[in-house]
């Protein structure tokens, strides 16, 4: 299902920008400062914080061989499991 939302959005608007954060957090009823984006590039990261959203990195998958510490994000989850820590789920 978010598949097809994020390729949706992905005609309507330049993605990462952050227009489609706050489209989503506006669809949702969610205040955007309420949100969590997980990006797994430091251009997610930027998008993220210019929607107003809490950034974490993801110290896995597409890297390109950047160090996400570097990008910025609120905090990074170094795999799958740690993002449920970092969410408060697990």
């Not at 914080?49 to 990195?57: L, N, Y």
């Amino acid at each position: 299902m978010l598949y097809y939302l994020f390729t949706y959005l992905d005609k309507k608007f330049d993605i990462p920008g952050a227009g489609v954060f706050q489209y989503i957090s506006f669809r949702a009823g969610v205040a955007a400062v309420s949100s969590v984006y997980v990006g797994d590039d430091a251009r997610d990261i930027e998008a993220g914080r210019r929607a107003g959203t809490m950034t974490v990195a993801a110290g896995w998958g597409y890297l390109d061989g950047e160090d996400s510490l570097t990008w910025g994000a609120d905090c990074v989850a170094a795999t799958p499991v740690a993002l449920l820590s970092v969410l408060g789920l697990g």
